[in-house]
């Protein structure tokens, strides 16, 4: 047989030729470049679709953080920064004189209130003062609404009165006693009164009268209901 003939076989089978036998390599298969492209041009494409839905909940979540921030600070002033300090003037008083002196007890009371809130302060109706010696309120009056504007002040004026027209034995000595110790008469003026979002409100001030001449800080305490 014709060796020339045996190596140009088409069909792919073994070839002698002397040697070891060898193998016919499979033909090289062509890829589809189109397909390959667009592939990799898929992939970008549907990563930044997901970082686009991602982003966008984030902005809905912020943008309803701050609707609620906002209304906040516009509609429910009990959730906002800030607060309202009250400070209480000397007092000037009557029916604290000598024994046997029949002039009615009262206590003239004015407090100066400042507040930082950004919305207006105001009371939801008057309010109510009244005085205590060692704890025994003596004196009582209203006060008329108020209201503090926004990072403003107010001053805050009332009388609070007694129907005794002298005051029992006890507690002149407790007076006769103060003034000596203390060169003055310890008095406690208590302001009560109730805010719309704050509820019922208690201020307490405490000054020795004749002795001060200063305004003096009050305690202010926001009651809750049971």
């Given at each position: 047989m014709d060796p020339e003939a045996l190596l140009s076989r088409p069909n792919g089978d073994h070839i002698l030729t002397g040697r070891k036998k060898e193998q016919a390599l499979p033909p090289i298969r062509t890829m589809d470049l189109e397909a390959l492209l667009s592939r990799f041009e898929g992939e970008p494409r549907q990563h930044h679709m997901c970082k686009f839905w991602v982003s966008t909940v984030l902005f809905v979540l912020a943008a309803a953080a701050a609707a609620l921030f906002g209304y906040s600070l516009l509609v429910d002033p009990d959730l906002t920064v800030g607060h309202i300090s009250f400070s209480m003037e000397p007092v000037a008083y009557t029916g604290l004189g000598p024994a046997g002196v029949a002039v009615p007890?009262?206590?003239n009371v004015t407090l100066l209130a400042t507040s930082s809130f950004?919305?207006?302060?105001?009371t939801s109706g008057g309010a109510t003062v009244q005085a205590?010696?060692?704890?025994?309120?003596?004196a009582v009056g209203i006060v008329a609404p108020f209201c503090v504007e926004p990072k403003g002040s107010a001053v805050i004026a009332g009388t609070a009165s007694s129907a005794w027209t002298a005051l029992p034995e006890d507690f002149r000595e407790r007076i006769v006693r103060?003034?000596?110790?203390?060169g003055g008469v310890e008095v406690e003026i208590n302001l009560s009164f109730e805010?719309?979002?704050?509820?019922?409100?208690w201020v307490r001030c405490s000054a020795i009268l004749d002795a001060n001449r200063q305004n003096t800080p009050c305690r202010t305490l926001r009651l809750s209901y049971c």
């Open positions: 007890l009262a206590f950004k919305h207006a302060f105001c205590a010696f060692s704890g025994l309120t003596v103060d003034r000596r110790i203390n805010n719309e979002f704050k509820g019922p409100m």
